[in-house]
């Protein structure tokens, strides 16, 4: 009883990853390959069909799959990325009154960049 809840419970929430995700594609806010990747190991923990259905996805896979096995990131990936984080934490460190707060956001949006920029690329083809 309590394997078939645990199932569920990731299956639901590897569902509301996906759908976040997706909008998060349209939606610049939204970090979508961190929502997706949350989304595959939900999956993998609750429907292998599911988990294959998303690794071989003819747009989502080939950027997971990348990811999941050699932490490459094209680098346009890399530059969107960060080219929608940093107008986002500007605009909320503006909006947010408390200094302390606006420092906290701007160190997580700099520990962020430095591991989006960590990330490997692919080699030119």
Do not use: D
Request: hydrophobic share 55%; aromatic share 10%; proline share 6%.
């Amino acid at each position: 009883m309590q394997r078939a809840l645990k199932k569920y419970l990731f299956l639901s929430l590897g569902t509301l990853t996906l759908g976040l995700g997706v909008v998060g594609i349209f939606i610049p806010v939204l970090p979508t390959t961190p929502l997706l990747l949350v989304t595959a190991l939900c999956y993998l923990r609750s429907s292998t069909a599911l988990y294959n259905w998303l690794i071989n996805h003819k747009l989502l896979g080939r950027y997971l799959r990348a990811y999941l096995e050699q932490r490459i990131v094209p680098r346009r990936v890399k530059m969107a990325a960060l080219g929608t984080l940093w107008p986002s934490l500007l605009l909320s460190m503006f909006l947010i009154p408390l200094f302390p707060v606006r420092l906290l956001v701007a160190l997580i949006g700099l520990a962020v960049s430095a591991y989006i920029l960590r990330l490997r690329e692919e080699a030119a083809a």
